[in-house]
């Protein structure tokens, strides 16, 4: 696959804040990458160096096989979608759409033919003559979309677009953005701090903390095989479970229990390592009921506090003295001081080295 | 829909009653009225005191209404009067401070504006620095640089012409100018600035087709400060001027202080009304926007 954006040992400093270290990353054409992070974590830092809104420290960046680290950011082929919309006031939605247009100097039926294109595709036509104060939150975002598919350029760049919507807008909104992708098969870099966005949206998740990418991979690895601690954390609501213990003799003891490793995929460190590690375990991979006979390990449990959400109810628990939560059907009956048994299948937890808290 | 019905309520329900006599309030617009009459009061012996004749005002009712309304002190005022040998009343001077206070206030905000535009989006290297120095400027009491800029005018040949004095008031509405715009352009979001130039808008184009329509607020208050400080001047004039191109206030100054024969009250009264006219009419047109501009800051719209 040809790489669309490459960003070659990108350094970025503040003073004597580093705030992107050494930093590499291809993105390849008409791909959907999301940058995930708790703020501060510079991805929304990295995007403005990406469109030449930051000059960069040190490193390169290349956009479609060109050294665009120096360019201007209407030079480098990239549209860009900010969380404020960021809208010109006093200019009407179709003024909005054109005023990259009319800056790069375009012929005038060219320009009406492109804003034409982009408001039948974001379905905001009948607005075109209107400011952007008389347009709600979602048109706002639409056009904001639109005057980056006017520009006609290979990498679209979206900084938390959706983050200033209300929850049933944002749902609705993310889904066009995937049709959109689909449609145009544009590279797309979008910033967010939201994962269900991000796992929804992505072809592949960048995983940023301090500056550095911690994971990068499709949703089901980062979902499934977290390289390290920190990225089994931030990944799934409700978070993961974990158990502090120590592995021993392909067994992981923890208290009293002992669960076997058996299925347990290691990684390169190779096969059971010996120690302290930490097992993480999704609430939801957690099964009650008849399900249970079916697993390698089961548990019990005395329930110490439900949360009922409509769909699911979770269950909070103790296994082994340390706190657990496990995902229910919202259908099942349970209450506080009942007794549980649990199970689940070694194959699906996630064993972390307690120091390191790197994946064995 | 779900209706719920309850016992018929009793005790304190609705808005609090409250009554327009309370001590409290009476208290307060006393107050209030007390002040407003005690300024509008000047305001109003000067108005009367101009629409009377002298022998009228020799009688010493300061505060009666004309008993004969004449607008001769007026006519004289504007046209008239003398100062030293001329007899031109103000007009001269109206159009001296115009011919002012029009190119200052067009060129200073025009400058302060693109000065207060490059300091909030554009941090050049010691942007910082030059700002400091420029506030610091607004420090420094006139009198300390009255006579080194009269030998600076001197020595490029502006010294006593109103080209001359139209610099000195650019120059010194630069500091309070620039900090007010760097303010404003730095509490405009920051996305917009960045989206301008992803659409390609360098300097010129993003100061002039982003950042300005958005600034009517500002751009007001500006106008209001430079109008009435410049036509309000009186130091600069006096001082950075020849006779002949002396703004109104120097000529108000000399009509109301010429020591000559008798002192025309009504005369003083009607010039000094026609000299204050345009800071007046200014504050009436624009006051709205005025506060608007001031509050703009402080809440996001």
């Known amino acids: ?360 | 829909m779900i209706d719920i019905t309850s016992a018929p309520l009793t005790g304190p329900q609705g808005p609090k009653p409250r009554k327009s006599f309370s001590r409290r309030n009476i208290f307060l617009y006393g107050t209030l009225i007390t002040i407003a009459l005690f300024y509008a009061l000047p305001l109003y012996v000067m108005f009367i005191t101009s629409l009377k004749g002298m022998p009228e005002i020799r009688l010493g009712n300061v505060f009666s209404p004309p008993l004969e309304v004449t607008f001769q002190p007026w006519v004289k005022a504007w046209s008239e009067a003398c100062t030293g040998l001329t007899c031109n009343g103000l007009s001269t001077g109206f159009w001296n401070s115009v011919q002012i206070t029009i190119p200052s206030v067009v060129l200073s905000i025009i400058i302060a504006s693109v000065n207060g535009y490059a300091l909030s989006n554009w941090k050049f290297k010691g942007a910082d620095a030059f700002f400091t120095i420029l506030i610091f400027g607004a420090f420094i009491p006139y009198q300390v640089m009255l006579y080194p800029i009269v030998i600076m005018l001197r020595e490029v040949g502006l010294y006593g012409s109103l080209g001359g004095l139209v610099l000195v008031h650019t120059v010194f509405g630069m500091p309070i100018l620039t900090l007010l715009f760097r303010n404003y352009f730095t509490s405009l979001p920051e996305e917009l600035f960045k989206a301008a130039r992803v659409d390609g808008a360098r300097f010129w184009a993003i100061y002039a087709k982003v950042m300005v329509p958005m600034s009517l607020p500002i751009f007001t208050v500006a106008v209001i400060l430079q109008v009435t400080g410049i036509w309000n001047d009186f130091l600069f004039g006096v001082v950075y001027t020849s006779p002949d191109n002396y703004p109104m206030t120097v000529s108000l100054n000399n009509i109301v202080n010429s020591t000559q024969g008798v002192k025309e009250y009504n005369v003083n009264m009607a010039a000094t009304i026609l000299t204050g006219l345009v800071p007046l009419s200014i504050y009436f047109v624009s006051g709205r926007l005025f506060v608007r501009g001031i509050a703009a800051g402080a809440v996001k719209g």
């Open chain 1, 1 to 360: 696959m040809q790489n669309s954006v490459e960003i070659k040992d990108l350094d970025l400093q503040f003073g004597a804040v580093k705030v992107l270290q050494n930093l590499n990353l291809e993105i390849g054409k008409g791909e959907f990458l999301v940058l995930l992070g708790s703020s501060g974590c510079g991805k929304s830092t990295l995007l403005n160096c990406i469109a030449g809104l930051l000059d960069v420290s040190g490193g390169q960046i290349h956009i479609n096989d060109r050294n665009v680290t120096w360019a201007e950011p209407s030079d480098r082929g990239i549209g860009m979608v900010f969380q404020s919309y960021a809208l010109y006031p006093q200019m009407t939605v179709e003024g909005n759409l054109s005023f990259g247009l009319k800056n790069a100097k375009l012929p005038k039926p060219e320009i009406a033919k492109r804003v034409k294109h982009a408001s039948e595709v974001l379905q905001i036509e009948p607005l075109l003559k209107r400011k952007p104060a008389a347009l709600s939150g979602g048109q706002r975002q639409r056009v904001a979309i639109g005057r980056a598919l006017v520009r006609d350029v290979d990498v679209f760049l979206f900084d938390e677009p959706l983050s200033n919507l209300d929850a049933k807008l944002r749902a609705d909104l993310r889904v066009e953005i995937k049709r959109l992708h689909h449609k145009l098969q544009n590279t797309m870099i979008y910033v967010t701090h939201d994962q269900i966005e991000a796992m929804t949206l992505a072809d592949r998740i960048a995983i940023m903390r301090g500056g550095q990418i911690m994971q990068l991979g499709s949703p089901d690895e980062i979902y499934g095989r977290p390289i390290n601690k920190y990225v089994a954390d931030f990944i799934g609501s409700p978070s993961m479970n974990f158990l502090e213990g120590n592995i021993q003799n392909g067994t992981f003891e923890v208290g009293e229990l002992s669960i076997p490793l058996d299925g347990y995929e290691f990684g390169d460190a190779g096969a059971a390592t010996e120690g302290a590690a930490t097992m993480g375990i999704r609430p939801e991979h957690v099964v009650t009921g008849e399900l249970v006979e079916s697993t390698p390990f089961q548990v019990d449990v005395e329930v110490n506090l439900i949360e009922p959400t409509g769909s699911d109810t979770l269950v909070d628990c103790e296994v082994a003295g340390q706190h657990f939560r496990v995902r229910m059907d919202g259908q099942s009956r349970v209450s506080v001081g009942e007794k549980l048994r649990l199970g689940f299948a070694p194959a699906r937890v996630s064993l972390f080295d307690s120091k390191t808290e790197l994946r064995l």
